[in-house]
T-cell receptor
């Protein structure tokens, strides 16, 4: 079975500081991995996805994530936080031949940006 | 290019009632997935529809049912509502999976269901 663990349900960063959100996955097959962002009272917006091409994936809004198979990790980073980055971020794994077509999400990390 | 749309935006029901939520997929997409997001949690997969059939189902009771129409739009029906069904219901659309494609899922804004 696939699973995702996001370390830290809340992260507080200062504006201009590095944003680092941690995601570890479990999958019996090479995974497809995703990061989504959810702003208050909105749906999920795709930030970036890993599909077994380059291990360093660049997404929208200056975010990027690095796939590390040895660590089963897919951490999300942004060099300099902006106030508009305040939101909840979800890491997800799937789909796959074993798990089917669904996405399996982590519990989310809420980011607070301090001025 | 219209994205995924959902209706209604908000809904208030009482225990025991039935509810129908609607979703129109992104233009060019023919696969629709439904997720339940309880407050403070990540989305949980309910089921996915493709070619008007339920293709895969998550760990949800039979009270949750769905339908897909020939124009690819979809409905989620929940019978005998419980307080625990209060959540944000998200619809996502994608292209059908095949040949190793990623079939990225694009999400709508959701329907907030409150059960009193």
């Amino acid at each position: 079975a696939q699973s995702v663990t996001q370390l830290g349900s809340h992260v507080s960063v200062s504006e201009g500081a590095l944003v680092l959100l941690r995601c570890n996955y479990s999958s019996s097959v090479p995974p497809y991995l995703f990061w989504y962002v959810q702003y208050p009272n909105q749906g999920l917006q795709l930030l970036l996805k890993y599909t077994s091409a380059a291990t360093l994936v660049k997404g929208i809004n200056g975010f990027e994530a690095e796939f590390k198979k040895s660590e089963t990790s897919f951490h999300l980073t942004k060099p300099s936080a902006h106030m508009s980055d305040a939101a909840e971020y979800f890491c997800a794994v799937g789909p796959s031949l074993t798990a089917g077509n669904k996405l399996t999400f982590g519990g989310g990390t809420r980011v607070l940006v301090k001025p | 290019d219209a994205g995924v749309t959902q209706s209604p935006t908000h809904l208030i029901k009482t225990r025991g009632q039935q509810v129908t939520l609607r979703c129109s997929p992104k233009s060019g997409h023919d696969t629709v997935s439904w997720y339940q997001q309880a407050l403070g949690q990540g989305p949980q997969f309910i089921f996915q529809y493709y070619e008007e059939e339920e293709r895969q189902r998550g760990n949800f009771p039979d009270r949750f049912s769905g339908h897909q129409f020939p124009n690819y739009s979809s409905e989620l029906n929940v019978n005998a509502l419980l307080l625990g069904d209060s959540a944000l219901y998200l619809c996502a659309s994608s292209l059908p999976r095949g040949g190793g494609s990623t079939d990225t899922q694009y999400f709508g804004p959701g329907t907030r269901l409150t059960v009193l």
